[in-house]
């Protein structure tokens, strides 16, 4: 191994290599990156203007909304970039900072989701209670809890991975540098790192969703003892946002993980990691535009001479 020379340039995979192809993915892959940020931006700037909207659970939402569009830029315009560029190289610090990035923006998410079921359930199961409990010091330290869970999550698990050498292979089979296929080209044996990785994504996974799994039941109990039907849906709408965000989030995540990893490179691979990676922080804003109708009605007061002419600065919970 001394002889060696340590690996510093890595090789992602690209849809094609085909120029007219090529152009299809740059077209596609900016198309969604256009539409995730004007979406998550349409959103932050609504819930910003709006004094109606400055409540614990769209100040949860433009967070989440910050963080999406964070893990969707960490991959799309590194992919972008290499097809208009025409090359597949990324840098041995380019490949540190995009792992550590991506699964910071990812476990800061599920942390915020986690901590948007608990606003749920407060505000149904005990709403006498909210002001008290969901404050506005609360809802912050709640927050800065989910961001500071994403760094020391990351931080251990970017570390575990790239303390293992890496000689010769260099080419990973994806477009962006996705964990289990990082961890096939270390050169010494990974299999004590896979069982950290795997523990590490064990505890904060299964205690997340063990939480909101929680949250939920209480909520549905709750939702059973109302006794107008017209009650039911009206509690159940306010959490089929949330709901149908978390679904989209661990639906895709386990769905592609569940199909083991292939030893060469995959077109499936590629749709898979497109599947979990990309397409949630894409339908996100587009899920609570459709479904909240305070979303709509304050997007609808939304226009450009008042982006320019509001001069005020809001206050969460004033």
């Known amino acids: 191994m001394s002889s060696q020379t340590t690996v510093t340039k ?5 849809f094609s290599d ?15 990156y256009l539409a995730t940020l004007i979406g998550n931006l349409l959103i932050i700037t609504a819930v910003a203007l709006d ?27 590194k992919s972008t970039a ?33 901590v948007m079921a608990y606003d749920r ?35 251990l698990h970017t570390g575990n991975i790239f303390r293992l050498p890496f000689y010769q ?3 990973i089979n994806q477009f962006f540098c996705e964990i289990p296929q990082l961890l096939k080209l270390a050169c010494s044996d990974s299999h004590l790192s896979e069982v950290g990785i795997l523990g590490f994504s064990a505890c904060l996974i299964l205690s997340c969703f063990a939480l909101i799994i929680a949250s939920y039941v209480h909520i549905f109990m709750t939702v059973l003892r109302i006794p107008s039907e017209q ?39 590629l749709v898979m990691a497109v599947l979990y990676s990309v397409v949630p922080p894409t339908m996100n804003p587009v899920i609570y535009s459709l479904t909240k109708k305070e979303i709509k009605a304050a997007l609808r007061r939304l ?10 600065i809001f206050v969460f919970f004033s």
């Open 10 to 14: 890595f090789l992602l995979l690209v």
């Open 18 to 32: 085909v120029p007219e192809l090529q152009i299809l993915h740059v077209v596609m892959f900016l198309v969604i």
């Open 51 to 77: 004094p109606h909207l400055h409540t614990p659970m769209y100040f949860f939402l433009i967070n989440m909304s910050i963080l999406d569009l964070g893990s969707i830029s960490v991959l799309v315009t």
């Open 82 to 114: 290499n097809s208009l560029l025409n090359t597949k190289s990324i840098s041995y610090a380019g490949r540190i900072a995009q792992v550590f990035l991506f699964v910071f923006f990812a476990a800061a998410n599920i942390t915020l989701l986690t």
């Open 121 to 155: 359930y407060i505000t149904i199961c005990q709403p006498l209670d909210y002001d008290r409990v969901m404050n506005r010091d609360a809802c912050v330290q709640m927050a800065a809890s989910a961001w500071i869970t994403g760094i020391v999550y990351s931080a």
């Open 169 to 171: 292979l260099n080419v």
């Open 231 to 269: 009650g039911q849906c009206k509690v159940f709408f306010t959490c089929l946002p949330h709901l149908t965000v978390v679904s989209l989030l661990f639906c895709t995540g386990i769905f592609a993980h569940l199909k083991p990893t292939s030893s060469s490179a995959s077109r499936m691979d």
């Open 303 to 312: 226009n450009v001479w008042t982006l320019f002419t509001k001069n005020n």
